[in-house]
């Protein structure tokens, strides 16, 4: 028996509105920390105590404060915080991380999937194997190793050993096995060598693997404490992370400037996001195979 | 695909040469460089320049950003610890020692003018410690030298007490009063359920334990005494002093308010706006005061400026402060937490020589003076404890906060030390239980014990280990016995 | 001649590989399989950054020290009630994922733009209104709500994936600073809505006091005293495991999730409505066991993840209190090895969780695969 088509229609018209209702609301409960950051950043701290969001008395000094372009009224001294600065090292290291990263993991992989030799699956498997190694247990003895390479305290310390990636090279292997082996044996009858193959064929295929590796690969070195916290000593080398921490240790109690300070500090990362957002959202496989 | 990896060598590079060109580095004039490990406080500025004034081939600066002993022992195993270990505090002092970080000072001291001779005595143990020597024998020796020295005792608002129509606390104040005056004090905010004034804040745990005639060790530094009867009685009053008399911000309490003001933040501001009656502490809390009293200096002018005709009486008030020594127990002596800021050298550093200078500094006259006038507690020097040296001209009427702070000097007591555990173990395992006891409203004295109990055992059984696994321990241990120390309370034959 | 030519291919071969592999291998070698090797020799001695305690090969001790360590099984049950909260985040996301698996966009562009600018103008009147009658913080969260149905009207669910990633990807220090905040007992947004809700509802309760509290949501069990349970209620466990729900509900395990509903063959529902199902009996029946795979997936990744975790907001928001009890494994390696600088110990706890890592991963896997079959 068919329904009327008009009685379908409303039914699903009803349904979907409720629906966008339910879905809005819920984004509407997501914002609301946010929301709340926004509004006591711009709170004076008398009002800081109160149950309400709006701030009765609007005062952008906050922001001001923290941005060290005027001195903090109670103490007349400007705040300890560079945050411009940490933006600039977050954005510095990660940077650096990705494009090695990228670099070396696409080569590593190039050589795993592309070239037949003797004793590659097991060296591969060795790379496997130490995936399922916490992160953790290699902290302490990295640190170990880069004081006796005496890079503690220095950019290269933060960015070196986090430029090798087993997951990364497991990642792209995996991509470049999805691309025919006709690609390079044309390439390889035309007389192109590894390099060239490399760099003009499997390259440009493997892009798009090799954009959601370096995406990642940002957010979570953007993102890094551990290492960062364990391996910084000059304030001039934090990054974002570390920068808040020592913030908040030293003003938690003043939550209007550590909001206006978390604020700022999220303002890279939600830029970044709406230039990503499409990528994010719609096209990443993270189980690191190929696209379906 | 090779134009974008060059495009991103370049982009790297670029950033690179920014990195490089922010980077600040110092200014090489042929002066040796030297780093101290402290907080910023606004007194060290002047400090630190009237060191590099007085000599001139030294170049001293502060690091603000790596004090807590952590990050000090971290980095210098990495090589690039401070010159000067800036917050040598008794919890530390052994496992600077023990991390091979401390340069021994007894040869050098007399003969440079900071010797031991120069401290009070409670400070004298605080900078020495008992170490087994090359040839076998265990001998005092001394390891650093306070910046500055702080003898604990009560500041309090006496706007908060005049408003509330109680007199001043006596000079000779027992537990019992100084609990019944702090519940006067204090005035509950009833729609928030915080007091909106508290009636006192920042009691010493120490303090505390001390009153009940407890401490952490024995005698000869073999037991944890932390499960008997005396100390099981400081907790449980402590316990009280949260929950029962709320006459000490919770945990939680304190998270209730948010304060106002960068550096020193938290009591000293809640004292200051009149939100705390009575708080412990040392001349370095002035520090905060003072900036708090030309502040309030400021807007009262203001005030009057904007309302010329009003009574004077509602004009906002200016701090005025008062001063009395810590409660003692009825039947026992008075006993406060003495405490120094010290500074150590960092035996690892090249510039070992050069930085006796600066503890020589520590010593001196124009020192002793900047730490006097600036009121950051007590110069190390006791040749420089003078109510006269004391007084800040610019600052009247603070004489009873000095003389305060210069009696309290005898009723200092630091903290017992093994030979065989350092006080960082023990305050690690302390600590678990006191934030226990203070995070839980309804602790019971069964509940207190049994946590003291287990925590003994935990360092006691840090102690056994500790003469198990290391040689030089067991030397140490084997020579405490021979003088007759209490032996330890594990059988050395079941640790492994 | 046939095998000196193959001969010659494959150490040509070698080279390119071993030119292509160098880079790669070293950095592996030294900093991936070295301090693998490094930690775990350091584990079986008494390493150390005190110069004054010789090194030592001391077997088994760290790892038989830990076994009676009370402290390390407290923050292992720590650690595993955190994980508590992992299947509800997946479940929560798997839902989201199938309501916003299909595009949710009306076909006519006109018509859209036409029911996006009606929501935009009620909600710029509704919150006018509002704000004007002196209530502004209704007002706010409304002109979120409202702002957030035009975007879905006028580009479909891919605007409301978008912001229900925000969270997830925002994620770090700031956020987790933002929520420390937000959980003060007396100021923070978490007790000033639910004092609202309370005062609304005529109910005389006491707040949590989150992040200062010991309490837990299983504190009526009778736990050993050691693990200092405070009684049943919300406490800063509660808390950390709302936060964490916040930033992984609509994170990449939505996204994963979406991706595998969509790969779902159409003619699977369309037999089912033949034969009479419901939506519910739909998406138990047919959704489900199709993403079977990617619910192992990601149940793989979060238990991994779960287990190494906490060291963050241990280190941000609560110190590891009150009393330990938001203490993880990971947070307890970081204070061993370098607050306390037992390194030897430290790495020993590291390799005990690696143990655990991954004989879970083990369980899931075998589990999973057979779970997996009899679905298929």
């Given at each position: ?33 946010f ?27 906050n ?22 600065r ?23 992989a ?37 004081v ?18 087993a ?13 025919p ?7 390889e ?21 090799m954009?959601?590796?370096?995406i ?74 190929v696209?379906? | ?48 320049a ?22 000090v ?16 505090y ?54 650093a030298?306070?910046?500055n020295?702080?003898?604990?005792f ?7 007490f ?34 909106r ?5 920042g ?21 944890s005494t ?30 209730g ?22 708080i ?20 009262r ?47 690892a ?95 019971t ?51 492994k | ?27 592996f ?16 001695t ?50 989201l994922?199938?309501?916003?698996v ?10 859209r ?10 909600g ?6 509002l ?91 009778p736990?050993p ?25 609509g994170g990449?395990?939505?996204?994963l ?69 938001t ?19 430290a790495a ?7 143990a655990i ?6 369980v ?13």
């Amino acid at each position: 028996m068919k329904k009327p088509p008009s009685k379908d229609l409303v039914r699903r018209g009803t349904g979907l509105s409720l629906k966008f209702l339910f879905v809005s609301v819920l984004c509407g409960i997501m914002f609301l920390p946010f929301i709340w950051m926004i509004c006591t950043a711009f709170k004076s701290s008398a009002e800081v105590e109160g149950a309400h969001f709006w701030p009765k008395l609007f005062s952008p000094d906050n922001i001001r404060i923290v941005l060290q372009m005027i001195p903090d009224p109670f103490t007349h001294e400007y705040v300890n915080l560079s945050l411009l600065r940490w933006i600039f090292n977050s954005f510095f290291v990660a940077s650096w991380v990705t494009a090695l990263q990228v670099f070396t993991s696409c080569m590593a992989a190039y050589a795993f999937s592309r070239i037949r030799w003797r004793g590659r699956d097991q060296v591969f498997l060795l790379y496997l194997a130490t995936m399922m190694i916490p992160a953790l247990v290699l902290t302490i003895p990295r640190f170990q190793i880069m004081v006796s390479l005496r890079l503690v305290n220095t950019y290269q310390g933060l960015i070196i050993p986090s430029a090798f990636s087993a997951f990364g090279t497991f990642m792209l292997r995996q991509f470049m096995l999805s691309i025919p082996q006709s690609y390079d044996e044309a390439a390889e009858i035309d007389g192109a060598g590894h390099l060239q193959i490399f760099l003009d064929v499997i390259m440009p295929l493997a892009r798009p693997g090799m954009i959601t590796l370096a995406i990642f690969t940002f957010l979570g070195n953007y993102r890094s404490l551990m290492w960062p916290l364990i391996m910084i000593k000059d304030a001039h080398l934090r990054t974002v992370p570390i920068g808040l921490l020592a913030f908040q240790g030293e003003y938690g109690t003043q939550v209007e400037l550590l909001m206006s300070a978390t604020l700022i500090c999220l303002i890279p990362l939600i830029m970044l996001f709406i230039i990503l957002q499409k990528q994010l959202v719609r096209g990443i496989n993270l189980s690191g195979g190929v696209k379906g | 695909m090779r134009y974008f990896w060059i495009g991103v060598a370049a982009v790297l590079a670029a950033m690179s040469l920014v990195a490089y060109r922010i980077t600040p580095r110092l200014a090489d004039d042929g002066r040796i460089p030297l780093v101290w490990t402290t907080d910023p406080n606004p007194q060290r500025e002047p400090q630190v320049a009237m060191f590099n004034e007085m000599y001139p081939h030294l170049q001293l600066r502060i690091d603000p950003d790596n004090t807590d002993s952590t990050r000090v022992t971290v980095q210098s195993s990495a090589g690039m610890g401070p010159d000067l270990i800036g917050r040598v505090y008794d919890a530390v002092i052994q496992s600077y020692h023990e991390a091979g970080l401390l340069m021994d000072l007894t040869d050098y001291a007399e003969d440079m003018g900071f010797g031991l001779d120069t401290l009070p005595e409670d400070i004298q143990q605080f900078v020495s410690l008992d170490v087994l020597m090359e040839d076998g024998t265990i001998q005092s020796r001394m390891f650093a030298y306070p910046a500055n020295m702080a003898q604990h005792f009560i500041f309090y608002n006496k706007n908060l007490f005049d408003r509330a129509g109680i007199p001043h606390p006596p000079d000779d104040m027992t537990w019992d009063e100084y609990i019944d005056i702090a519940q006067k004090l204090t005035v509950m905010d009833e729609v928030r359920g915080v007091p909106r004034v508290f009636g006192a804040g920042g009691a010493i745990v120490d303090t505390i334990i001390y009153a009940h005639g407890a401490e952490y060790l024995n005698e000869s530094g073999t037991r944890s005494t932390m499960d008997r009867p005396a100390f099981i009685d400081a907790m449980v009053f402590l316990h009280k002093l949260y929950y029962e008399y709320g006459v000490e911000p919770t945990p939680l309490q304190q998270a209730g308010i948010a304060s106002q003001g960068g550096w020193g933040a938290g009591y000293n501001n809640w004292f200051s706006e009149g939100r705390l009656g009575m708080i412990w502490g040392e001349r370095w809390r002035m520090i905060s005061f003072r900036r708090a009293i030309t502040e309030q200096k400021r807007a009262r002018e203001i005030w009057f400026a904007q309302n010329p005709d009003a009574d004077p009486d509602d004009a906002p008030e200016i701090l005025r402060i008062g001063a009395t020594q810590i409660p003692r127990m009825p039947d026992r002596p008075r006993y406060t937490t003495a405490h120094a800021r010290s500074v150590a050298i960092n035996d690892a550093n090249p510039h070992r020589k050069e930085a006796l200078y600066f503890l020589q500094y520590l010593a001196s006259e124009p020192y002793a003076k900047l730490i006097n006038q600036g009121s950051d507690s007590k110069p190390p020097n006791k040749k420089f404890h003078e109510l006269d040296l004391f007084i800040n001209p610019d600052w009247p009427g603070e004489e009873a906060v000095h003389a305060a702070s210069l009696e309290a000097v005898q009723y200092g007591r630091t903290r017992r030390r093994s030979m065989l555990v350092t006080n960082a173990t023990i305050n690690h395992i302390f600590e678990q239980v006191r934030s226990r006891i203070i995070a839980s409203p309804d602790m019971t004295r069964e509940m207190i014990a049994a946590e003291l109990e287990r925590a003994a055992d935990r360092v006691n059984l840090h102690i056994a280990r500790n003469i198990k696994r290391n040689p030089r321990v067991h030397t140490i241990y084997d020579a405490l016995l021979a003088q007759g120390a209490e032996p330890i309370v594990y059988n050395l034959e079941d640790i492994k | 001649m046939g095998m000196l030519w193959t001969g010659m291919r494959e150490r040509k071969h070698f080279k390119a590989a071993v030119g292509f592999l160098c880079l790669n291998i070293i950095g592996f070698l030294c900093f991936t399989l070295g301090p693998v090797l490094l930690s775990l020799y350091m584990s079986f001695t008494n390493w150390t950054l005190r110069r004054s305690v010789e090194l030592q090969w001391v077997g088994l001790r760290n790892y038989r020290e830990l076994l009676t360590d009370s402290n390390f099984w407290f923050f292992l049950y720590n650690t595993l009630y955190f994980m508590l909260a992992i299947p509800f985040t997946v479940c929560a996301s798997l839902l989201l994922a199938n309501m916003l698996v299909d595009s949710m966009q009306l076909k006519r562009r006109a018509l859209r733009v036409r029911i996006a600018s009606i929501i935009l103008a009620i909600g710029a009147l509704n919150c006018t209104f509002l704000f004007l009658v002196g209530r502004p913080d209704p007002a706010l969260i409304l002109a979120v709500i409202y702002a957030g149905a035009a975007a879905g009207v006028l580009w479909g669910s891919v605007s409301y994936r978008t912001m229900l990633y925000v969270p997830s990807f925002a994620s770090g220090v700031a956020t987790i600073i933002l929520w420390q905040q937000i959980f003060n007992p007396y100021h923070g947004m978490a007790n000033n809505i639910l004092g609202q809700v309370a005062q609304w509802l005529n109910l005389d309760v006491t707040l949590p006091t989150w992040l200062n509290s010991t309490k837990s949501l299983l504190g009526f069990l009778p736990l050993p005293e050691t693990f200092s349970s405070g009684g049943f209620g919300l406490g800063a466990r509660e808390a950390i495991m709302i936060m964490g729900f916040w930033m992984g509900i609509g994170g990449n395990n939505m996204i994963l999730y979406i991706a595998a509903i969509a790969n779902i063959p159409q003619d699977l529902y369309e037999a089912a409505e033949i034969d009479g199902a419901s939506g519910v009996g739909k998406f138990w029946h047919i959704t489900v066991p199709s993403v079977a795979p990617t619910t192992f997936f990601i149940a793989i990744m979060a238990t991994i993840g779960g287990l190494q975790g906490g060291f963050e907001f241990a280190r941000i928001m609560t110190q590891g209190g009150p009393a330990g009890t938001t203490t993880t494994l990971a947070y307890y390696i970081y204070t061993k090895g370098f607050v306390e600088q037992d390194l030897g110990y430290a790495a020993s706890v590291s390799w005990v969780l690696f143990a655990i890592v991954f004989s879970l991963t083990l369980v899931n896997w075998k589990y999973g695969n057979r779970k997996m079959e009899a679905a298929t």
